[in-house]
């Protein structure tokens, strides 16, 4: 191992706020923009060519270069892909490693650490709006590392697990693209019925939380969070078979189109992958098989038709009526058609979604093993191996 002390050694910059230009052809990247360990160009700051130039005159970002969130929230990390059209935000610190002290993609791990980032927390804590100043971000204690070729050789395990997990995003969003395209062309000249004439529509429910034996068991349950994802893998909770039989909840199946009917999370909607019981800030659109691809476009197609019956201030909401009453293009044939063909494009999204599942786990297990020297180089190849 070798002794670094603290990243003051890196080179970072960080700009002040600059007017967007809708039709910039450059990105800065702030903490919205920065969910998951990938940018989300859609969340990012559309700037134009002068506001990039004098953003980036210090240190010209480059592909591998890290951006650091200093604030709203203090911590994600992403790796600029392609550096020619990104820019760091307002709240966020660009970091590169010096060559021959550090490798670029082992920083970007580093950063991720449980130890680093519980020193980021702990700095942030106690002020009204949790933030770290530049400074902070300078004099962050990176520990002891290891030599160069470890680091090499982390970066290159970990980053394998990352390399897969983004091609399979790829498939992902190519594949929901072509179906809704499909789906548009198909439905064009096909009439409209009310959802609830189609498939059920069905509310979700709660086990009390007084009764422990409702909680914990090995039933998924799902709150209306879960439906942020276009194909929902994941349990927000377990619930217990009494806990299933004593409330309002029921066992949706996989293919039911969850939409989120409250608050923040109101008119989103996934694709069970599995079957999982919901919450009542969830209605799960049930549909018969041979129709639930076409009901689940079609379903999504209608979101803006769901929105405007939305009511209440701050929680604004809609109830399982308004789901139920939802007009959609319907033609039995053209569904069950559309189905029969785009099935195994469907079944491929949701399988790249299930591996991401596995390789994201693994990752979050053998970064911080990885970093700690718990497990050596040898042992976490054997791992990868196994899932990419």
Not at 25 to 34: D, I, K, L, Q
Not at 291 to 299: G, N
Not at 340 to 357: A, D, H, I, T, Y
């Amino acid at each position: 191992m070798t002794v670094l002390g603290t990243l003051v050694d890196l080179v970072d910059c960080e700009h002040k706020t600059a007017p967007e230009s809708p039709h910039g052809e450059f990105f800065a990247v702030g903490t919205p923009a920065m969910r998951g360990n990938v940018i989300n160009y859609a969340e990012a700051r559309r700037i134009d060519r002068d506001t990039f130039e004098h953003w980036t005159r210090r240190m010209k970002p480059r592909a591998g270069d890290v951006l650091f969130a200093r604030e709203a929230p203090v911590g994600p990390v992403v790796r600029i892909p392609d550096a020619e059209n990104i820019a760091p935000g307002q709240r966020t610190v660009l970091i590169r490693a010096i060559p021959g002290l550090l490798d670029a993609r082992f920083l970007y791990y580093l950063l991720q650490s449980p130890s680093v980032q519980s020193v980021v927390q702990s700095l942030a804590a106690g002020s009204t709006v949790p933030h770290l100043n530049v400074a902070d971000v300078r004099t962050l204690d990176a520990g002891q590392l290891p030599r160069m070729p470890v680091q090499r050789a982390i970066g290159e395990i970990l980053g394998a697990l990352d390399d897969k997990i983004a091609a399979n995003r790829s498939v992902v969003a190519g594949g929901l693209e072509l179906l809704n395209f499909r789906f548009e062309s198909a439905r064009r000249g096909v009439g409209k019925l009310m959802l609830s004439e189609l498939a059920q529509v069905l509310l979700g429910g709660t086990p009390s939380r007084k009764v422990d034996g409702y909680w914990g068991g090995d039933v998924p349950w799902i709150n209306s969070g879960a439906c942020n994802s276009r194909v929902i893998f994941s349990a927000s909770e377990m619930i217990t078979r009494v806990g299933l039989e004593k409330s309002a909840a029921k066992i949706l199946p996989a293919g039911t189109t969850c939409v989120a009917i409250t608050g923040a999370t109101l008119g989103q909607m996934g694709w069970l992958a599995a079957p999982m019981a919901a919450n009542q800030s969830v209605v799960g659109v049930v549909a018969p098989p041979e129709d639930r691809l076409w009901l689940h476009l079609a379903v999504r197609a209608e979101r803006e038709q769901l929105m405007g019956w939305a009511t209440g201030g701050a929680q604004q909401h809609v109830n399982k009526n308004s789901v139920g009453s939802l007009a959609v293009s319907y033609d039995s044939a053209s569904a069950k058609n559309f189905g029969k063909v785009n099935r195994p494009l469907m079944e491929r999204v949701v399988l790249s979604e299930g591996e991401n599942e596995v390789l994201s786990a693994t990752r979050g297990e053998l970064l911080p093993l990885l970093m700690s020297g718990k497990i050596t180089v040898k042992d976490a190849e054997k791992t990868v191996e196994e899932v990419v």
